[in-house]
């Protein structure tokens, strides 16, 4: 049974710092690209960063780069993204997604919820 299981969301305040996990099971995490989205109230899903299998390859929507950091732990199936200087905008449901290279398909999480306010 594939799951992905994410962690780490919360309530924090502008300029402050999260790190989200995704533990994988039920698949072969090593051969999979892994990436974050997320989706706020009222707006379309957004791809926030992606990795590839080796974790050499990484990219990000512009307007985290250089705050969000995604990162992956292949023995562990675990995939992070680390999130500092928070802002109000960043508040969404982030879910991580598994995707075999190749194929349009892939495994959702069920999401976390990230609210930044003060």
């Known amino acids: 049974q594939v799951q992905l299981v994410e962690s780490g969301g919360g309530l924090v305040q502008p300029g402050g710092s999260l790190k989200l996990s995704c533990a994988a099971s039920g698949f072969i995490f090593s051969n999979y690209n892994m990436r974050w989205y997320r989706q706020a109230p009222g707006q379309e899903r957004e791809l926030v960063a992606s990795?590839?299998?080796?974790?050499?390859?990484?990219n990000y929507l512009d307007s985290v780069k250089g705050r969000f950091t995604i990162s992956r732990a292949n023995a562990q199936k675990t995939v992070y993204l680390q999130m500092n200087g928070l802002k109000p905008e960043d508040t969404a449901v982030y879910s991580c997604?598994?995707?075999?290279?190749?194929?349009?398909?892939?495994?959702w999480g069920q999401g976390t919820q990230v609210t930044v306010s003060s």
């Open positions: 997604h598994a995707r075999y290279p190749g194929l349009s398909d892939g495994y």
């Open positions: 990795i590839d299998t080796t974790g050499y390859r990484r």
